[in-house]
């Protein structure tokens, strides 16, 4: 079936304004939880998490399309910054919906769309602009606000990154002390995960092994039979494999899949991370850390050849999509000093400052520290809940860590926009237009905090003061020198980005095609 342009409109919003609905009941600091039903005799799931909220929203079969869209804005905030999703799903239903009074008006779609994308680069670079370096005394104020308030937790976030410092990474793992707690090791991280997503849904969004063995090759796989050898010695062993490769074919893959699905193999596989000469240093790195022999491909290392010995092994790792996170002692300590020390002498006769620091941060890496913070709850519904915070909340941290901090509550939208008179760039019904949705953000979080909304103006008249909003309190105070609330430039920037694309989207479409197709069960 084939809509118009005004049925194609009109079904997308009807969509998207439902996803934005009950996803935008749970924004700011109120603690608002949705419930969500789950089929045969699972308990219903009370969370707050904006994404998961999202895919489990079942509508008819035509307005199914434009949650999908604003599903699309959760994931790619999630995926950009991990957080953010509620205020780019607030974010971009409100711009829909002044871009359609607009284009009623006989505005064009595509010049509507064109100055809100100009708008939205201005504006995310001017934050990122302003943004101020993170401290260890603001890291408590970024945990607790995405931890929904949650003191306790965002103390522990605050003492592990005390104790590993700003540039270690820290995992989350279930308690079996039957209570919360927290623990500091050595760890190595790769910014490398699975090697292709196919094994997302093999292994899970994030696989952990305990007292694994590693292979580490620069080969590229294209037979099975070639990493054969080295899951039989895994099998025999009884331990689980982690292979950390350049590349593998689809036929070798497909394979390993299979193989994985029908309980043969106890294995994942990891891609090696970073481009050109990089990679080979890393991995050298890697297998430094672990103890195990590196295959180099350009010497005909075959690793059908494995043995034992040329394997590496930690006390555990934790694998997803994005990254590889080894925990535990390195075996051999003297050789991890041997190498720092070839790193310290490569920076110092690096030609550039881009080596230099790509030299340092591979040291880094080789003396990283790990945190692990072991949750535990009453329930499936508890634990799952305080981890979907803690996920938050980590990573918020870390995208202040690396981008700095803003205005929290969804000021910094309006403050800098204002501040450097953004709505000359273009005409003023579309600088109105703008200016509404962006308010929109701080609006609902107000709504939810206090039971009504609140005035533009009163807003303005406060930020031009230099004062923000605490929503638990429910009070304005002065920003500076408390920075109460804040938030990582990088969320806000990369939640409005990912709001304005699918907005823009939806704004220009003219023809919906709809397929018949089986209603999937749309299980959690």
């Not at 604003?70 to 953010?84: F, H, N, P, T």
């Not at 002498?345 to 990283?368: P, S, W």
């Not at 920075?483 to 220009?508: E, F, K, N, Q």
Request: aromatic share 6%; charged share 25%; net charge negative.
């Amino acid at each position: 079936m084939i809509y118009n342009e005004e049925e194609t409109n009109e079904t997308l919003v009807k969509g998207i304004e439902a996803v934005a609905d009950v996803v935008g009941v749970t924004l700011g600091p109120a603690r608002n939880s949705v419930i969500i039903d789950r089929p045969d005799d699972l308990p219903p799931l009370i969370i707050n998490d904006g994404v998961t909220i999202a895919r489990n929203i079942s509508l008819s079969k035509e307005e199914m399309v434009g949650a999908k869209l604003l599903i699309e804005v959760c994931k790619r905030a999630q995926e950009k910054s991990g957080d953010g999703t509620t205020s780019a799903s607030v974010l971009a239903n409100a711009l829909i919906k002044e871009g359609m009074k607009l284009i009623e008006r006989g505005w064009n779609p595509t010049r509507v769309r064109k100055d809100f994308d100009k708008l939205a680069e201005h504006l995310a670079t001017k934050i990122q602009e302003e943004a101020s370096e993170i401290t260890l005394d603001n890291i408590y104020a970024i945990a607790l606000i995405s931890a929904n308030n949650d003191e306790e937790m965002a103390l522990r976030i605050t003492e592990i990154i005390r104790g590993i410092g700003m540039d270690g990474v820290i995992t989350v793992e279930p308690s079996h002390t039957g209570k919360d707690e927290t623990e500091i090791v050595k760890g190595f991280e790769s910014s490398a995960g699975y090697i292709h997503n196919v094994l997302e849904r093999v292994n899970g969004k994030e696989r952990r092994m305990e007292n694994p063995l590693v292979l580490v090759s620069d080969q590229e796989v294209k037979d099975f039979e070639e990493i054969l050898p080295a899951l039989e010695l895994a099998k025999e062993n009884k331990r689980p494999l982690l292979l950390v490769l350049k590349s593998i074919s689809p036929i070798a893959l497909n394979q390993f899949v299979v193989n994985s699905m029908n309980g043969s193999i106890d294995a994942s596989i990891a891609k090696a991370e970073d481009i050109s000469v990089w990679t080979g240093l890393k991995l050298g790195d890697l297998a430094t850390f672990l103890d195990c022999h590196y295959f180099i491909n350009a010497l005909d290392e075959d690793i059908r050849y494995a043995r034992l010995e040329h394997l590496g092994e930690c006390e555990s790792l934790v694998i997803n999509a994005s990254s590889t996170l080894f925990i535990g002692q390195p075996p051999n300590p003297e050789r991890v000093a041997k190498r720092c020390e070839q790193i310290v002498e490569d920076a110092a006769m690096a030609e550039t400052e881009f080596h230099k620091k790509k030299n340092l941060a591979r040291m880094g890496k080789l003396n990283g520290m790990a945190g692990i913070i072991k949750i535990h709850g009453e329930s499936e519904q508890e634990i799952h809940n305080k981890k979907d915070r803690l996920d938050d909340s980590l990573n918020a941290v870390r995208s202040a860590i690396q981008t700095g901090y803003t205005w929290g509550s969804g000021l910094s939208l309006i403050k800098y926009y204002y501040k450097h008179n953004l709505g000359d760039l273009v005409e003023t019904d579309i600088h109105v237009a703008f200016r509404t949705a962006l308010f929109s953000v701080f609006n609902t979080l107000y709504k939810n905090c206090v039971g009504e909304e609140t005035s533009l103006e009163n807003v303005l008249h406060n930020i031009s003061q230099e004062y923000a909003y605490d929503g638990i309190l429910d009070e304005w105070y002065l920003h500076a020198p408390e920075y109460r609330v804040i938030d990582p430039a990088g969320v806000v920037c990369s939640s409005l980005r990912s709001a304005v694309s699918v907005a823009g989207y939806v704004l220009t479409a003219k023809r919906l095609i709809m397929r018949e197709r089986h209603e999937l069960d749309r299980r959690i």
